[in-house]
């Protein structure tokens, strides 16, 4: 039998979340934002020899953003990520990861990705469509992507847009395909980030 307080909770708390999002874009807010980097992670997985799931991340990341509440399905976004950065927990490991077999950080310091489609199926929840270059190919790339919180922060007194991006990379379609019959080429992404109003430099 269906608990209905269990099927009731997250359709309550999606309306919750619409009406927050509707009083906010009555409120002045801002229309270009870009990334918070000491509460941003870009971090993905792989399977490893089908014993066990290796994790990790790059420490550096940049990103804006141009977001309007009133007209979120033009919404454009550009993030640059520095391949150098990458951090697997293990020092040896991320040295390898940055040679020519993998990301040669030498030649392709950064990886890119600039949104071409943006679709808020709900006011919470996106699918975004853009341009992902890796080791200088460029392919498309759909992220899932799930605003958490629009508000003020209790701490700073200023606007922040909490999200969550989720996708997949096929690396060998980039042409990394080293070690690809026990290093899974499939690799999840997980992007949890907050932004901030862009700053006029």
């Known amino acids: 039998m269906t608990n209905s307080y269990t099927t009731y909770l997250p359709k309550a708390l999606l309306l919750s979340s619409a009406l927050i999002i509707s009083s906010m874009a009555s409120a002045v807010m801002p229309t270009q934002w870009q990334l918070d980097n000491s509460h941003t992670r870009v971090g993905f997985s792989v ?13 550096k990341v940049d990103g804006a953003l141009t977001y ?44 890119t990705f600039k949104s071409t489609k943006v ?23 759909t992220l899932n992507v799930t605003l958490k919180k629009i508000g003020k922060s209790p701490m700073t007194k200023e606007p922040v847009i909490g999200f969550r991006a989720t996708g997949n990379i096929d690396r060998a379609a980039y ?26 430099k």
């Open 68 to 111: 309007n509440i009133k007209a979120p399905n033009k919404t454009q976004m550009n993030f640059v990520i520095d391949t150098n950065s990458i951090n697997t927990a293990w020092a040896a490991r991320d040295e390898h990861l940055r040679k020519d077999e993998f990301f040669n950080v030498a030649k392709y310091p950064t990886m």
């Open 119 to 141: 679709d808020f199926y709900n006011p919470q929840q996106a699918k975004v469509t853009g341009d992902f270059t890796l080791l200088g190919k460029t392919m498309p790339l």
């Open 47 to 59: 399977e490893h020899l089908g014993f066990s799931t290796t994790m990790g991340h790059f420490d």
């Open 175 to 200: 042409g990394m395909t080293a070690f690809s019959q026990g290093i899974s080429t499939n690799v999840p992404i997980q992007i949890d980030g907050e932004l901030v109003e862009k700053k006029a």
